[in-house]
C-alpha cells in the first residue's frame, strides 16, 4: 500500500472518530435530558431492562448519525475544497512548466467559492504578466540577435573582400571603411543595450548635482557642429540664462545627445533644427525641434518602443533604441516627454523636468 494510500485511511477514520465523538456526546446529551423530563413529569420509572434496550438503540443512533456527518463532509470537502485545489494545483504546474496562456476557469457566484476565486483571479492575473514579460524578453532577444547578425555580416563580408589580392587602393579604403563604420555600429548598439539594461533596473540616481541645464543643452548642440555645417543645418536657439536644476547629469545629456542626434539625422540640407529653454518655479521645459521628415501617426505611436525604426531609410545610422533610452530617463525622473509631429514639416520634441524643491534648484539669480 503506498503511504498516500495510507495516509487517506487514516484521515477517513480520525473524520469519523470526530463526528462520532460529536455525535455521541449531543445525542447522550439528549438523552439524558429526555429521561429526565419522562421520570420528573410523567412519573415513569425505568427498568434495567428499557435502559439497555435505550442505550442499544442510542449507540446504533450515534454510529449511524456519525457515518452520515462523515459522508456528508467528505462529499461537501471533494466538491468545495478538493475540486478548486486540482484546478488551481494542475494550472500552477503547467505555468512552471512554461506554458504562460493556462487560465483559470472561477468556480461560480457561490458565497463558499468567494476565496477561490480571489485566489484565481490573482492567478490569472499572475499568468497574464508573465506571459507578456515573457514576450518582451523573447521579443528581446530576437531583436537584439537581429541586430547584432546585420552589421556581423557586413563586416564578414567586407573583410572576405578585403582579403582579395587584386584590389585597388580606392576599394580597400572603401571596404576598410565599410569595416570600420559597422563595428562602429555594433559597439553602439551593445552600448544602448547595456545603457537600458542597467536604466531597467535603476530607480534612484545617486549622482544628482546642480547644474546649469542651458550650459548642458549648449554643449550638447555643439557636439553635432560638423553635422550642421556639412549638412548646411541652421541653427535655432532660445535658451533661458541660469536655469539650474538637480539631476544626473550624465543621463540628462543621453537624453539631449540622442533627441539632438535624431534631429540631425532626420533634416534634410538646408533645414532647420532648434533648441530652447523655458522654466518656472517647478519645471523646466526643453524643446529640439528640427523642419526634417516628420513622423506620422502610426509611427508616433511606438517611436519609444525598443528597437522600433519608423524610418528604415536611416536604419544603418542607428538601431531604434535612442528614444526607449530617453523615455527611460525621463521617466524615472518623474519627467514628461512628448511629440509633436507633421509628416514632410518637422518635429518638435518636448521634455519637462521637475527642478525639484529647495534653494539649490529654484532659478539662480
Ligand atoms: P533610431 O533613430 O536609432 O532609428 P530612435 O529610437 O532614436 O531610433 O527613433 C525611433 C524612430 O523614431 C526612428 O526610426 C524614426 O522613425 C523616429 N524619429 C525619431 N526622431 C525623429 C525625428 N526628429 N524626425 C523624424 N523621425 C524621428
Not at 54 to 69: G, Y
Not at 126 to 149: C, P
Not at 223 to 247: A, C, L, P, R, V
Request: aromatic content about 8%.
Amino acid at each position: 500500500m503506498k503511504k498516500t494510500d495510507f495516509r487517506k485511511i487514516l484521515f477517513g477514520i480520525s473524520n469519523w472518530c470526530v463526528f462520532f465523538l460529536l455525535a455521541a456526546f449531543v445525542v447522550t446529551c439528549c438523552m439524558i435530558l429526555f429521561l429526565n423530563i419522562m421520570s420528573d413529569t410523567l412519573g415513569i420509572t425505568f427498568t434495567e431492562e428499557n435502559i439497555s434496550t435505550a442505550a442499544k438503540l442510542t449507540f446504533a443512533n450515534v454510529i449511524v448519525i456519525s457515518l452520515l456527518f462523515t459522508a456528508i463532509d467528505t462529499i461537501r470537502r471533494k466538491v468545495m475544497v478538493d475540486r478548486p485545489t486540482k484546478r488551481i494545483t494542475d494550472a500552477g504546474k503547467k505555468l512552471t512548466d512554461g506554458d504562460f496562456s493556462v487560465r483559470i476557469k472561477k468556480l461560480g457566484d457561490n458565497h463558499a467559492y468567494e476565496s477561490f476565486n480571489s485566489i484565481i483571479d490573482c492567478f490569472n492575473k499572475m499568468a497574464e504578466e508573465l506571459g507578456s514579460v515573457e514576450t518582451l524578453r523573447s521579443d528581446f532577444i530576437s531583436n537584439v540577435s537581429h541586430e547584432l547578425k546585420t552589421p556581423l555580416a557586413v563586416i564578414q563580408n567586407y573583410g572576405t573582400m578585403l582579403q582579395s589580392h587584386e584590389l585597388s587602393e580606392e576599394k580597400r579604403i572603401e571596404y576598410a571603411k565599410g569595416v570600420t563604420d559597422n563595428s562602429r555600429r555594433l559597439a553602439s548598439l551593445i552600448t544602448n543595450i547595456l545603457k537600458l539594461n542597467k536604466l531597467e533596473n535603476q530607480q534612484i540616481f545617486p549622482a544628482n548635482e546642480r547644474f546649469d541645464l542651458g550650459e548642458q543643452l549648449c554643449e550638447n548642440l555643439l557636439q553635432f557642429e560638423d553635422i550642421w555645417e556639412q549638412k548646411n543645418i541652421g541653427i535655432e536657439t532660445k535658451i533661458e540664462d541660469d536655469i539650474y536644476i538637480y539631476s544626473d547629469t550624465e543621463l540628462l545629456s543621453l537624453v539631449w545627445g540622442n533627441l539632438l542626434s535624431n534631429a540631425f539625422k532626420f533634416t534634410e540640407s538646408g533645414g532647420r533644427v532648434g533648441v530652447s529653454l523655458t522654466a518656472d518655479e517647478k519645471y523646466a521645459v526643453v524643446r529640439i525641434s528640427d523642419t526634417g521628415c516628420g513622423i506620422s501617426a502610426e509611427t508616433g505611436s511606438h517611436i519609444f518602443e525598443k528597437f522600433y525604426q519608423g524610418d528604415t531609410s536611416h536604419a544603418t545610422q542607428g538601431n531604434g533604441l535612442g528614444l526607449a533610452l530617453v523615455k527611460r530617463v525621463v521617466d524615472i525622473m518623474q519627467g514628461e516627454i512628448s511629440v509633436e509631429s507633421e509628416v514632410g514639416k518637422g518635429s518638435t520634441f518636448t521634455v519637462k523636468l521637475r527642478r525639484g524643491e529647495g534653494v539649490g534648484m529654484e532659478k539662480a539669480d
